[in-house]
């Protein structure tokens, strides 16, 4: 309980701007205090103003106030030193680093119970595919079969009914042949017995009628036939096709290794963190009216002038602050220059717009999430949970994001890439870049190469 009363003690004692204890302490009328130093370099920032705020209630005072040192406050910031707060602190920080350790550690907890439920949903799609496949592949088989069924007693009765029609017509022609040589036979019998009667005057009279023959019958010329040779032909070639089919070309349908799809490995130089980048740019129909955008829209800077924008559904209105035009899906990889006081962010499309609340600033709902980023100091922000940690002292941060695989990394660029935070989540719809500035501030989505 006394550890927790230092640590109470020390935050209220600290400046909300460099968050460490006070130095050389000053008030402001609104009752907020800060180092003299740190809120002189804030100010120093809105000099082009004709209104200075306050960094955390955002009152402001015009002409610029007049600072002096909090004698009793300095008192007794020196009193809380020497009665033990170096080691007061040191836990604190301490402190700092275990609860940023187990939220590490709860994090990959949940990353790997994540892959687990992947690795159970990748089983249970591999047997639902396998047991579909093999019904499936019945089906077709069974439809094939059929198929060849049907085709056989096609052609058995289309070379019975051709068989029905040629043995019909030969065994026609075959009738007027013999009734033609009974015809003959008879008329022959006739003949011989008139050549035999001795009665001339009859044979003069009967032969006239006797001899006229009817006209006979063109002669058959039988030539060796294979009526059905071509049938055989034509069934032999499909059969050799379907051989082709089932040996030779069996491996357009045979199965491949089945690979385990596992997280893509995360980028770890700058050049395989390129392959990835997008050119970003920002949507004036977003921007709030004291942001002014340039560079093709690239840049965005803190103005004392209110621009002239047209009124739009999606413009921040109280929040300084401005959303990319592109939606971000899949890997992608973007760097930002800033000065100043900069949130660097993602959101959803759907964040609220209008209003001071905080469903409209980046970090504070579950809409968006930020890092801020001041001198060697960051403060990752996601619904109202901050994250505060020290870093190297760049002035470029590069954000990775693996959609699919719910990855959102920032770096600090300079001549390494050093990995400042990383977040694994669930995305549930695409994400546009955004940022958020102080007075005095100004971001640049960089052209990356």
Known sequence: MAQKGVQLDRESFSCSICLD???DPVSLSCGHNYC?????????????KPVYSCPQCRKNFKPRPKLEKNTM????????????LPAAAERSERQKELEVSRLNIQQRIQDKEKDVKLLQQELEAINLSADKVVEDSEKMFTELIRLMQKRSSEVKRQVRSQQETEVSGVKEVEEKLQQEIRELKRKDAELKKLSNTEDHNQFLHSYPSLSALSPSTSSIQIRPRRRFD????????????????????WTDVSLTEVDVLLPAAEPKTR?????????ITLDPNTAHTHLLLSEGNRKVTVTRKQQSYSDHPDR?????????RESLTGRCYWEVEWSGIVHVAVSYKNISRAGR??????????????????????????N???????????????????????????????????????????????????????????????KVK
């Open 384 to 446: 109202k949970v901050q994250t505060p940690f020290k870093g190297p002292g760049s002035s470029r941060v590069g954000v990775y994001l693996d959609h699919s695989a719910g990855i959102l990394s920032f770096y600090s660029v300079s001549e390494t890439m050093t990995l400042l935070h990383r977040v694994q989540t669930t995305f549930t719809q695409p994400l546009h870049a955004g940022v958020g500035l102080w007075f005095g501030g100004s971001a640049e989505f960089c």
């Open 357 to 382: 609340s905080d469903d409209c600033l980046f970090g504070s709902n579950n809409k968006s999430c930020a890092l801020e980023c001041t001198n060697n100091r960051y403060n990752f922000q996601y």
């Open 36 to 48: 003299m130093k740190c809120i002189n370099s804030h100010w120093d920032g809105e000099d082009q």
């Open 73 to 84: 406050l300095a008192e007794l910031v020196e009193q809380l030193k020497k009665t033990g």
């Open 271 to 279: 050049a395989e963190f390129l392959q990835y980048s997008r050119e």
């Open 230 to 249: 071509h049938v055989t032909a034509a069934v032999s070639r499909v059969r050799d096709e379907l051989q082709d089919v089932l040996r030779d070309k």
């Open 21 to 23: 204890l006070l130095k």
């Open 316 to 324: 921040f209105t109280h929040q300084q602050q401005v959303l990319s």
